[in-house]
């Protein structure tokens, strides 16, 4: 069983930074990315940044120049960066580990005032 726990998120105002950090412990055999998503109230959740074992990064268009993702592979921990925030980044953010099945994190709050 893989646990991944996050940490990081928070009340921020509009032009201002939070860093969310997730580890990953547990029977942890191979990975093959890791990453972060989000959901805002009414909407479906989604990717926001992932990278992969072999250092490849998938960012959502949303937040490209402004996020940056950035992984330990030693320690199993993936961090998001996340910069010039705007209130429409307001969502519960999620870790994600992908191996030979899914793992969630249990989210964490994310919320940027006008």
């Known amino acids: 069983q893989v646990q991944l726990v996050e940490s990081g998120g928070g009340l921020v105002q509009a032009g201002g930074s939070l860093r969310l950090s997730c580890a990953a412990s547990?029977?942890?055999?191979?990975?093959?990315?890791m990453g972060w998503y989000r959901q805002a109230p009414g909407k479906q959740r989604e990717l926001v940044a992932r990278?992969?074992?072999?250092?490849?990064?998938n960012y959502a268009d949303s937040v490209k120049g402004r996020f940056t993702i950035s992984r330990d592979n030693a320690k199993n921990t993936v961090h998001l960066q996340m910069n010039s925030l705007k209130p429409e980044d307001t969502a519960v953010y999620y870790c994600?580990?992908?191996?030979?099945?899914?793992?969630w994190g249990q989210g964490t709050q994310v919320t940027v005032s006008a």
């Open positions: 990278i992969g074992s072999g250092g490849w990064i």
């Open positions: 994600n580990l992908q191996a030979w099945t899914t793992y």
């Open positions: 547990g029977s942890i055999v191979s990975i093959a990315s």
